[in-house]
């Protein structure tokens, strides 16, 4: 079964840099998994910031980023503002219309 | 304005069925595939089923294989998810998503809660 790890929690300061990574429990993530990055409020649906590794969705700022960091994906937000603070899942494309989701990363911004 | 709007959840027993739509607009709905994700109370999200622009090639995850079945009306511009046989496990909020390629998810419905429970 394949597992996609993500941290379970970061603080950061408001202005401030945070990244997150995406990886695989056995394996590197490479651009073929199309990583894409989810942020999802309290009480709200998710949305779609970041696929195909570090294309943003239409209406999201530029402080989000999406990257391979060595044998992760990672998504780094520059310049953290209050409303930043939310969950945040990588989602790996297995094929076949297959998608599996990370465990998610809570994000503080305190 | 792409919209997804989710309908079709609610309370039933367990062993029961349910159908779930998603009416899309805002869009040339035969272009895209279509997937539904669902997340369980206080849990994370969860990719159940997979559809094709065109209908034709399907997937699901296995804890709702042979028991959930994906389809799409794309006269009607609309997604379906017809679950049977539920259990407690499947109880969550069922979100559509609008396919931006074969290979990543775009829009978002609302969602739609279903809860399975005697």
């Known amino acids: 079964q394949t597992v996609v790890t993500q941290e379970p929690s970061f603080s950061v300061s408001p202005g401030g840099t945070v990244t997150l990574t995406c990886g695989l429990s056995?394996?590197?993530?490479?651009?073929?998994?199309?990583p894409s990055w989810c942020q999802q409020t309290p009480g709200q649906a998710p949305r779609t910031l970041i696929y195909n590794t570090n294309t943003r969705s239409s209406g999201v700022p530029d402080r989000f980023s999406g990257s391979i960091l060595g044998n992760k994906a990672a998504l780094t937000i520059t310049g953290a503002q209050a409303d930043d603070e939310s969950d945040y899942y990588c989602v790996l494309y297995m094929g076949g219309g297959i998608f599996v989701f990370g465990t998610g990363t809570k994000v503080t911004v305190l | 304005e792409v919209q997804l709007l989710e309908s079709g959840g609610g309370l039933v027993q367990p062993g029961g069925s349910l159908r779930l739509s998603c009416a899309v607009s805002?869009?040339?709905?035969?272009?895209?595939?279509m997937t539904w994700v669902r997340q369980a109370p206080g849990k994370g999200l969860e990719w159940v089923s997979h559809i094709s622009n065109s209908g034709d090639k399907t997937n699901y995850v296995e804890s709702v294989r042979g028991r959930f079945t994906i389809s799409r009306d794309n006269f009607k511009n609309t997604l379906y998810l017809q679950m049977n046989s539920l259990r407690a496990e499947d109880t969550a909020i069922y979100y559509c998503?609008?396919?931006?390629?074969?290979?990543?998810?775009?829009?978002w419905g609302q969602g739609t809660m279903v809860t399975v429970s005697s």
């Open positions: 998503v609008k396919g931006k390629s074969p290979n990543a998810l775009d829009i």
């Open positions: 805002g869009t040339i709905f035969s272009n895209y595939a």
């Open positions: 056995s394996g590197s993530v490479s651009a073929n998994y199309y």
